[in-house]
């Protein structure tokens, strides 16, 4: 059964960091595409970063450029978003997701392409971050 999990979420103050884990049991992560996305209370899911399965694609959020960096332990089967310089309105469930490219539709995370949900099938139950003084 495929199976993401994450962890490593909790309560930071603002300017601090976190690091998230998405492990993977069931498949091999280096085979997916991966996305990051994270939901706030009220508001829609939006993608914050996603890495492609070769690893030479990694795409962020506006909002969370230069302060996030996603990273892939091909020997753990696990992925990581590294959140530096947090913000109180990075509060949110974030949640990692899987998608298989196939050799017909290709990959989702490729250069330009915004993160978009419905294009990743297998999810994670979230992790809750919060960023408050």
């Known amino acids: 059964q495929l199976q993401l999990v994450e962890s490593g979420g909790g309560l930071v103050q603002p300017g601090g960091s976190l690091r998230l884990s998405c492990a993977a049991s069931g498949f091999t992560l280096d085979n997916y595409d991966i996305g990051w996305f994270r939901q706030a209370p009220g508001k829609e899911r939006e993608g914050v970063s996603c890495?492609?399965?070769?690893?030479?694609?990694?795409n962020y959020a506006d909002s969370v450029k230069d302060r996030f960096t996603i990273s892939r332990d091909n020997a753990k089967n696990t992925v990581s978003l590294r959140m530096n310089s947090l913000k109180p309105e990075d509060t949110a469930v974030y949640y990692c997701?899987?998608?298989?490219?196939?050799?017909?539709?290709?990959?989702?995370?490729?250069?330009?392409?915004?993160?978009?949900?419905?294009?990743?099938?297998?999810w994670g139950q979230g992790t809750q971050v919060t960023v408050s003084s």
């Open positions: 890495m492609s399965s070769s690893g030479g694609v990694r």
């Open positions: 997701a899987a998608r298989r490219p196939t050799p017909i539709s290709g990959g989702v995370c490729y250069e330009g392409r915004r993160l978009v949900k419905n294009d990743y099938n297998y």
